[in-house]
Structure formats: structure tokens, C-alpha cells
């Protein structure tokens, strides 16, 4: 063979492209494994609950107003009548919630899906919330309003395991359904017609709420506080609005927020009737997304997500993105042992170190399901050093040298577990590794005669050829 350089380097890209395909095929898997998760996540929800989001309460009252419109003259004049229904929300002054809520994770299959539940109490207090009355089109019109109710929203309603209601101390009949078009489901108690204008009102609810993956509060009041504790570790906050003291431990969490109408739309977009975004009340959207993200268009919210943050598709997924990587740094290393000691290696062996390489990911991803991540992250690194260490030490001739192989394939595979966990740090880390990379063979090569060394590489390659009649 005249050109044995040329020939290895294009069998070696070769063999890059073919193991990245191998490697994106490993990727449409972990993608296919994380849709099963979302199924049985929805699965969990239609049977359970899904995301929580508490709207209210708020005092609401709806009217019909009605006036005589004549129109035409002499034989031709009619009289009609034209109508209206203003409705009126009456958000409290003051909102004090707590939520002290125990976490319990549900299996579908292999897939782990957290749910909550608990007591949520919801304390409201109105100055006069019947002092403010809707404004009339015409000062002749003719008047008449329903008896006001309370209304509590709540996003999924089959969560409602119980809910209690005192007002001004004494209680109340709680019934289904809000009778709000904008917010059809939740709960509402009848207040008196002939309630005094100027007499406050105090409202108690108390409620036995379970969801699944998220739990929020809309601040419609023109002071809201919301005390929120957990067992689970792991929460992740957001909403318009993060809460002003939090304390995360392996116990699980305590968080309280403060909002101010001053800083919230909240109350005059109740007024407005403006949707719940999230999935939720029947409107599309995505319940997990970061704050700013949704539309001017949907109500302001407090939220918490009960977050996995070991799950393995996601650090599997993570994982495969230096996968091409490991691939070039060991193919690299092996040219450098061809440079540095004189050992010649087939394509086809760089071919089998390519795919003991790309086995780890999809070990990685099948032990993940059933050992936790760490376990099943060092099964596979284990597993695949060893047997990497051992080929290498008959690739390159030395058991020393295979022993330094399967020694840097592990060291390859710690450094690629340090990446996961430091997911904040991982560029400032991927590159120093990278650069101290460079720097090695650059110091380890830094007196090789690279012309020298080919032309003994075309010397050999012409020996070996066989001699033509």
C-alpha cells in the first residue's frame, strides 16, 4: 500500500461515522424511553390527579340588567328590550394559605411517577365585599342580582378528597362546581342576599388536595401569603413569582411567598376572567413551563414542581452527547500508542474499542431502569473499562499497556460522571479536561520526527504487500 496514513485516517473517520450513528441510535432510544415516561405520567394523572393550581376563593355575584329600547315611529315604532349579565368578583384583602403536603411516588412499569398530598387551608378576609356594586348602562333600567356565592377553583378537582367551610366562624354547605364560565371547575358556598354592605366577611377553607407533578396558587387577593412544606427534596420553584424565604434539606422543604396586588395582576385578571394556562381548565399549555415563558394572556401563578432530579433518561441522554466525544479521545490515544511505540492496529480493532464504547451508553440506559444511577452508572463504566483493559492489553501487544488502556477509559468515565453532576459547571470542566488532553499529547509527542515515522510506516506497508508475478 503506497499511502497507509491516508488509508488509516479514512477507514478511522469511517468507523466515527459509523459509531455515530450507532450512538444517535441510542439516543431515538432514551427519546422513546422518556415518551413512556410521559405516558405513564398521564397515565398517573387520569386515574390520581394531575397538576394542582388553587384559584381564590373570591366573592362573586352575577346580575341581569334590563331596559325598554324604542325604535320607529307611528305604525312603525316598536318597543324592545336589550339586556345584559355583568358579573362581579370580589377578590379578599387578605389571603393567608398554608399547605403542608407528604410526597408518594406511583409505579407504571419501570417508570416512577411523584404525586403529593395533604391539608391546604385557606384563610380570606373582606372589609365589605358587597360595598362595590356592577355599574349600570342606563339609570332606567331594571335590576336584579343573584344571592352572592364563594368560589374556589381548582385546576383538577378530582384531587378534592375533602373540603370543609366556615364563614364568619360558623360553618358552611360546601357545593360542587364554581358555577363560573372561566373557572367551571372547583367548589362554592351560598352567601345571604341582604348580607349589610359594610359588614366583613371572614372565610375558612379547609381541604384535602392530592395531585401529581406540580402544585400552584394564583395570588388573586390584594395581600397573599402562602406557607408551603414537604418531605421531598427536591422542589423546583417558579411561576411569576419565587418564594421569598425557602430552606431545602434531605428532610424536604419549606418555602413561604409575599405578594402584593401592587405587583401582581392577578386580582384584575380574575376580574377579567382571563384563563388558567397549563393544561389546566381546559386550556393547552405546558403546566412546567419557566417563569416568563407563557403567554401575557393566562393568570399569574406561585408554583412549585415536585422534580426528579435523578432521572435516568435525562442523564442518559446528557451522557450520549459526549459520546462521539469519548469516541475521538480514544481513537486518538490508540493512534498516539501506534506513534509512540511502533505497534500497528487494524481498522477493525479500533472498530471493536468504537463499539465497547458505545455499549456503555445503552448499559447505562437498560441498568438505569432498574438500580439507581449512580449503581448503574458505575455497572457499566465497570464493565466496560475491564473488558476495554483486557482487548487492549492483546491489541497493543503488553499488558501493561493494556492495563494504562482500560486505566484511562475508566479515568474517561469518571470525568464523564463528574459532568453529569456538576451540570452548572460542566463547559469550564468539559474544557480544562479537554485542554490537559492537548497538553499531554502535545509534551508526549513533542519529539517524534513525524516525517520519519511515516515514511517507516510506507517502508512497512510495502514489505507486507504481497509481490506481484
Known sequence: MRFPLLFKVLALALLVLMLSAVLMRIGFLVDERQARQGEAQRSVEQSHAGAQTLIGP??????????????????????????????????????????????????RGLFRIPTYGGPVTL?????????????????????????????????????????????????????????????????????????????????????????????????????????????????????????????????????????????????????RGVPLCGGAMGVDGDAYSPPGARAAGCLDTLSVAFFDPVNPYVLSDRAIKYGLLFVVLTFAAVLLVEALSGRRVHPIQYALVGLGLSLFFLLLLSLSEHLPFAQAYGVAATACALLLGYYGGHMLGRWRAGLAFGAGIGLLYGLLYLLLQMEQNALVVGSLALFVVLAAVMVLTRRVDWYTLFDSWRRSAAVAAPVGR
Do not use: M
Open 58 to 107: 373570591w366573592v362573586e355575584q352575577r346580575c341581569v340588567e334590563e331596559w325598554d329600547v324604542v325604535s320607529g315611529e307611528g305604525k312603525d315604532r316598536k318597543l324592545s328590550v336589550e339586556r345584559r349579565e355583568p358579573t362581579l368578583r370580589r377578590v379578599p384583602d387578605q389571603l393567608v394559605v398554608g399547605a403542608q403536603v407528604r410526597s408518594e411516588l406511583r409505579t
Open 123 to 271: 384563610d380570606a378576609a373582606w372589609s365589605a365585599p358587597f360595598a362595590q356594586s356592577p355599574r349600570r348602562e342606563r339609570s332606567d333600567s331594571r335590576w336584579a342580582c343573584e344571592a352572592p356565592r364563594l368560589v374556589l377553583a381548582i385546576s383538577d378537582v378530582r384531587g378534592l378528597r375533602a373540603a370543609a367551610l366556615t364563614l364568619d366562624e360558623r360553618p358552611a354547605a360546601v357545593r360542587a362546581g364554581t358555577l363560573s364560565a372561566a373557572y367551571p371547575q372547583g367548589v362554592h358556598a351560598d352567601l345571604p342576599a341582604n348580607r349589610p354592605a359594610a359588614t366583613a366577611l371572614q372565610a375558612r377553607w379547609q381541604l384535602q388536595l392530592a395531585g401529581t407533578g406540580q402544585l400552584a396558587l394564583v395570588p388573586a387577593a390584594e395581600a397573599t401569603e402562602w406557607h408551603l412544606s414537604s418531605d421531598w427534596a427536591h422542589p423546583s420553584f417558579g411561576g411569576r413569582f419565587l418564594p421569598e424565604r425557602r430552606s431545602i434539606s434531605a428532610g424536604g422543604f419549606e418555602a413561604a411567598w409575599q405578594v402584593s396586588s401592587l405587583a401582581t395582576g392577578a386580582p384584575d385578571q380574575l376580574q
